[in-house]
C-alpha cells in the first residue's frame, strides 16, 4: 500500500488534552453536526472491509473505544494518524473534509498541481516567483490596512 503524506488543511485542527488523548477536531464539522464526518468515513472503511476489531488493532486500542468513534465522531490524533496510514488515507480525508481520498487535496488545489505538472520546468519556477511576489504584495498590502486601522481606532 502506498505511503500517505499526511497534510493537516487549515479547517483540521486539533486541541491537545494529554498527550495520549489530544482530539483531533475538524472544523467543519461544526456548520452541521460534529460527528457526520468522521463517522461517514468510518463507515465507509468498514463498508469495505476494514472491521471495527480490524481498525482498534490497527490503532492499538480497545474495540470499545472504536465504538466510542462510530458515536461520538471523536478520535485520537494517533488513532487518526495510524488508521489513515494503516488504509492509506490522508488524515483531512478520514475526517471528513471534502478533500482527495489519497493526497488530501481539495479539487481546486488538485486542478492547480495537474496544472503545474504540464508546465515546463523553467515554467514551473516562473509561476513559483509570480505566487510568492503575490503573496509578499498581499501581505504588505494587510500591514499597511492594519496599520492605518490601529492608528485610527487609538484617535
Known amino acids: ?26 472544523e467543519s464539522m461544526s456548520e452541521k453536526n460534529p460527528t457526520e464526518g468522521l463517522i461517514a468515513r468510518l463507515t465507509a472503511l468498514n463498508a469495505k472491509g476494514i472491521s471495527k476489531t480490524e481498525m482498534s488493532r490497527i490503532a492499538g486500542v480497545s474495540k470499545q473505544a472504536v465504538s466510542g468513534w462510530f458515536k461520538t465522531g471523536r478520535i485520537s490524533k494517533e488513532s487518526a494518524l495510524a488508521i489513515a496510514d494503516a488504509v492509506g488515507v490522508s488524515v483531512p480525508w478520514l475526517l471528513g473534509e471534502d478533500v482527495g481520498e489519497k493526497d488530501g487535496l481539495k479539487p481546486d488545489e488538485q486542478r492547480l498541481l495537474e ?33 492605518r486601522r490601529i492608528k485610527g481606532d487609538s484617535e
Do not use: W
Open 115 to 147: 496544472l503545474y505538472r504540464q508546465l515546463p520546468e523553467e515554467e514551473q519556477q516562473n509561476m513559483l516567483r509570480i505566487v510568492s511576489l503575490r503573496l509578499k504584495e498581499l501581505d504588505e498590502l494587510y500591514a499597511k490596512y492594519m496599520g
Open 1 to 26: 500500500m502506498r505511503k500517505v503524506k499526511h497534510q493537516f488543511t487549515m479547517q483540521s485542527t486539533y486541541a491537545c488534552l494529554s498527550r495520549s488523548k489530544a482530539i483531533i477536531y475538524n
